[in-house]
């Protein structure tokens, strides 16, 4: 019963706190007021039953919660008008909760606001972290999430930032800056530099919030991309380190052990994002896509890789997809078409670990020595079981 | 021209790879349709254990939880010539050893393609029935039909009612032949009468909105979130 209301709450949260949020104007308020709904559930429902719509039944409560703090803060009568308008729960059209789950969505990630920010407020608005577990996540003090978190609130109330819905117009670009938040979100559960905490907590809220997402704008085709490619990924986070919490690279994961589900997830939202015509998140599903329905390692359609990477670059240019590309190069034409398309990139990478820990595995390919290019990964590395991973194959060449 | 429903019913889920390779094939397969102008309508359902089924015992609505046996995986609506031309259009759908596909007649309805393209989410509600003879079904069937007609309601989207089971016909793979037979008799099971989509917020608001109707005396109603593919 606890179990199945945490995750009920959960998944109705957005949708609750939206709604108070458009009938108050001020996130403090529609957080509180929902926590105290909360309460009110948690009470009541294990004796009194969980109610046939629960949203419905927490929308009024908290509504009610809300009504009772303005009367307390004599309020009640410059807000006459939203009272009304809350008086009495009705069924309102899917339009009009959509909006306000966009609205607030929009607002959490307001450009004016700074991703660090943006991220802290997402997740602590709409996913219902706490501050500790968001300082957890993050590597940084209660006190220094906490004051992030109300530096954020401030500049809403203070620069009165848009509460509508950007236009056509503006959408795409504000849009982007939601699914960078996201897609950060992902990463940092999925990459996480230390700790495994709350690393499946935050890939798992970073799916649901894209999955809300394409309910959300279901005729953007990059919110597709963005879905499938953090569900294909997310399908191989199993295996990605073993037992022991050692790395294991894709060549040696366990494909068996991939979650069917995800994938099914991730392959249908691809076929809409490519529908739609999507861009680099739905180029990035497609890699993502070749790996994870390669039967084999040795299955894998290195040339379909190629070519989204060749796509992708023509799209957006950036060192570590040409790296990523180089790889690619390397599976379809050898080590030295590898290593020649690695040629442009130290420069621009000469600080990122990868580029060295690729280069070695180029160079040992090839029969040269990778010696000093694993030295000059592992003075770069900060993830503990990458760091063991490139101290073994250090170990392995011979002296 | 006549209108019917192509079901897709999937025995076994294939690996991944099998299951890329399947989805390629039937997007194929349904733009060759759309191109001969065949093509009415098409969605993909999301998994059954997702899925509910509302039915009432006397005053009380029963509500269960899939996953459900044979659940219904993805339809096409399509016109034809006639039923055979529509087997043969069935024919050619992609499918696995396992999977049993249904050709339906379309008795009347509705069809909007671009039901995923406005925003909340889209359920299918699937009209389940068994009936001991064709007149019961009918009758059983005219009665969902005025309920669901009082209740329709601004989260509407379109619905379709289908001919008696036994005016359509059952596709089975069986060691690479295709069995044509004939169409499933409703005393043995619950069968399909009908399909219609609404727009809602929330699974339980699908799962409210249904306890609401009278007519599920004998039935039941499946619901099934709609796929956005």
Request: hydrophobic share 30%; glycine share 12%; aromatic share 6%.
């Given at each position: 019963m606890e179990a199945e209301l945490t995750e009920l709450l959960r998944r109705e949260r957005g949708r609750v706190v939206a709604g108070l949020y458009r009938a108050c104007g001020n996130l403090d308020a529609a957080e509180e007021a929902f926590q105290q709904a909360l309460l009110s559930a948690v009470s009541r429902w294990p004796s009194d039953?969980?109610?046939?719509?629960p949203a419905a039944w927490v929308t009024t409560v908290a509504h009610n919660h809300l009504k009772q703090a303005w009367r307390q803060q004599g309020v009640a009568e410059a807000k006459a008008g939203v009272l009304a308008e809350v008086e009495v729960f009705e069924p309102r059209a899917v339009e009009a909760v959509a909006d306000d789950q966009l609205r607030l969505v929009f607002t959490c990630c307001h450009p004016a606001l700074g991703q660090e920010a943006q991220v802290a407020l997402t997740l602590k608005v709409i996913a219902g972290f706490s501050v500790d577990e968001l300082s957890r996540a993050f590597l940084c003090s209660e006190a220094t999430m906490a004051q992030r978190l109300v530096r954020a609130k401030r500049s809403i109330e203070t620069q009165r930032l848009e509460l509508a819905v950007p236009g056509r117009r503006d959408l795409s670009e504000r849009l982007a800056a939601v699914l960078a938040v996201v897609y950060l979100v992902f990463n940092e559960g999925y990459l996480?530099?230390?700790?495994?905490?709350?690393r499946v907590e935050l890939q798992r809220e970073a799916l649901r919030l894209a999955r809300l997402l394409t309910e959300l704008?279901?005729?953007?085709p990059e919110v597709f991309g963005l879905y499938a490619l953090m569900a294909l990924t997310a399908a191989r986070a199993s295996t990605r380190v073993d037992a022991r919490g050692a790395v294991v690279l894709l060549a040696d994961q366990?494909?068996?052990?991939?979650?069917r589900t995800a994938i099914v997830e991730g392959l249908v939202a691809l076929q809409r994002a490519r529908r739609l015509g999507g861009g680099t998140y739905t180029l990035q599903a497609e890699i993502a896509a070749c790996h994870t329905t390669a039967p084999t390692w040795q299955a894998t359609p290195w040339d379909r890789i190629l070519a989204a990477y060749d796509a992708l670059l023509a799209h957006a240019p950036s060192p570590v997809v040409a790296l990523n590309r180089a790889v690619a190069v390397m599976m379809t034409a050898g080590p030295e078409a590898g290593l020649a398309a690695l040629a442009a990139l130290e420069a621009p990478l000469s600080r990122y670990h990868l580029f060295f820990a690729t280069r070695a595995d180029f160079l040992r390919r090839a029969g040269k020595s990778p010696r000093h290019d694993y030295q000059a990964a592992l003075a770069l590395v900060t993830n503990q079981s990458e760091r063991a991973l490139l101290e073994q194959r250090l170990a392995e060449l011979r002296p | 021209m006549t209108e019917y429903l192509i079901a897709l019913i999937e025995g076994v889920t294939p690996a991944a790879d099998e299951q890329a390779r399947l989805m390629d094939a039937r997007a194929a397969w349904t733009a060759q349709l759309e191109k001969e102008g065949a093509l009415r309508d098409t969605e993909r359902l999301r998994d059954s254990h997702e899925g509910r089924r509302v039915h009432r015992v006397g005053n009380t609505v029963h509500v269960e939880q899939g996953p459900?046996?044979?659940?219904?995986?993805s339809y096409w609506a399509v016109s034809a010539e006639d039923l055979e031309a529509a087997v043969a259009l069935a024919k050619r759908l992609p499918v696995l050893p396992g999977d049993t596909v249904e050709v339906r007649p379309i008795m009347k309805g509705s069809h909007d393609p671009?039901?995923?393209?406005?925003t909340g989410k889209v359920f299918a509600f699937e009209v389940l029935g068994n009936a001991p003879n064709e007149e019961a079904w009918i009758r059983l069937m005219n009665r969902i039909d005025a309920e669901t007609d009082n209740h329709a309601t601004r989260d509407f989207i379109s619905g379709l009612r289908l001919e008696a089971p036994r005016t359509g016909r059952r596709l089975v793979t069986q060691q690479g032949r295709t069995v044509v037979l004939d169409g499933p008799f409703p005393e043995s099971k619950e069968v399909i009468g009908g399909l219609f989509f609404m727009r809602l917020p929330s699974l339980e608001d699908a799962v409210a909105w249904v306890s609401t109707l009278a007519y599920v005396g004998i039935g039941a109603t499946e619901i099934r979130e709609v796929w956005r593919s």
């Open positions: 039953g969980v109610p046939a719509n996480g530099h230390e700790g495994a905490l709350m704008l279901p005729t953007e366990p494909r068996s052990g991939w979650d | 459900f046996t044979e659940p219904l995986a671009k039901k995923t393209d406005k």
